[in-house]
């Protein structure tokens, strides 16, 4: 089955097939046993389990690949990102008391204060980089692990793809 098409291009389900053995390979790492008491990992798991359930590969893939972000540590980034998000809250926060914005100026410079919070992390897909250098560094070679990276790196692009037009061009 095909998971999209876009332009006549289409992706098969060997694509998000890769993503399986991945999964599997992290669930028995260390940083497993580390986790396994999380809310986060019964969620990962739960929505692994589902995935065999869904009725389209496109669902399928998503569920996989919400199940590895859950997983994934989004970690901080580096305080010269955080000083200048930093800022630009504060600059924000004088914005939004200036009485001569209307109603929908107010709400929207609020909607972008709220994004800071996720701003302040590494995005979901260095996260998932991080992932799968700390879970397999230790046990695969150096071409192996950049393999890995690679193919974590285009995998969440083309769900990101997927997400965002509904469609993929493989």
Request: aromatic share 10%.
């Amino acid at each position: 089955p095909e998971i999209g098409s876009m332009k006549g291009k289409s992706a098969t389900t060997t694509d998000f097939e890769k993503l399986v053995p991945l999964f599997l390979d992290y669930a028995s790492t260390e940083r497993f046993e580390i986790i396994q008491s999380q809310e986060n990992l019964k969620l990962a798991l739960e929505l692994y389990n589902a995935h065999f359930f869904e009725q389209s590969t496109s669902a399928r893939f998503l569920t996989l690949v919400m199940a590895l972000e859950i997983l994934a540590d989004k970690k901080y980034r580096p305080q010269v990102a955080l000083d200048i998000i930093g800022d630009w809250e504060q600059q924000l926060r004088t914005y939004t008391k200036d009485d001569s914005l209307d109603d929908n100026d107010k709400e929207a410079l609020k909607s972008l204060l709220n994004s800071f919070v996720h701003l302040k992390r590494n995005s979901i897909r260095s996260s998932l980089v991080d992932m799968v250098v700390e879970s397999f560094s230790s046990f695969v070679t150096n071409d192996s692990l950049a393999r890995m990276v690679k193919e974590i790196k285009k995998l969440y692009d083309y769900r990101s793809t997927l997400v965002h037009n509904g469609t993929v061009e493989k």
